[in-house]
């Protein structure tokens, strides 16, 4: 039961305050307004792969929690946990996409970072930001054109 707990615990921070940035920041007719790239992705896309994101995210934090030999990796989840935080806020609310992405490329390294670290102790944490580093990078290369665009 305390395993359960603890995993509820991460899941419930990190889905809580990633769904509630997002509903903070959604974009609006700043964002709307913006020249975007041609692979720029519908709107409706963000929620459900972000949703997805977050699972994996927690997950992973609460793995790297269990194990007390995991401290650099931990201090990595949780940079790259700030720093994805971040990010909506500076580019949705600040409407700051060059400051944006800065946020993101460190962000991106952090995660990278992470796999390197996990890989040895933790491979199924490494494997699963995979996904997330592929999505990041994605992200990071969208916020890029737009700076560009813009």
């Known amino acids: 039961m305390k395993i359960f707990s603890s995993f509820l615990l991460f899941l419930i ?13 959604s974009p609006g007719d700043w964002y709307r307004d913006l020249q975007k790239p041609f ?10 792969v972000w949703t997805v ?3 994996i995210i927690a997950y992973v934090g609460w793995r790297v929690w269990q194990h007390e030999n995991r401290a650099y990796p931990r201090r990595l989840w949780i940079v790259q946990m700030g720093l994805n935080f971040l990010w909506s806020p500076v580019f949705f609310a600040a409407e700051k996409p060059a400051l944006a992405l800065a ?4 962000l991106l390294l ?41």
């Open 13 to 25: 921070v990190v889905m809580g305050v990633g769904i509630g940035i997002g509903m903070l920041t």
């Open 39 to 48: 692979f720029n992705p519908p709107n409706w896309v963000f929620g459900p």
């Open 53 to 55: 994101m977050y699972l």
């Open 103 to 106: 946020v993101i490329l460190c």
């Open 110 to 150: 952090t995660i990278v970072a992470f796999i390197r670290a996990a890989w040895h102790s933790d491979r199924l944490s490494a494997l699963l930001f995979v996904p997330y580093v592929a999505w990041v990078g994605f992200a990071l290369a969208l916020n890029a054109v737009i700076v560009y665009l813009n």
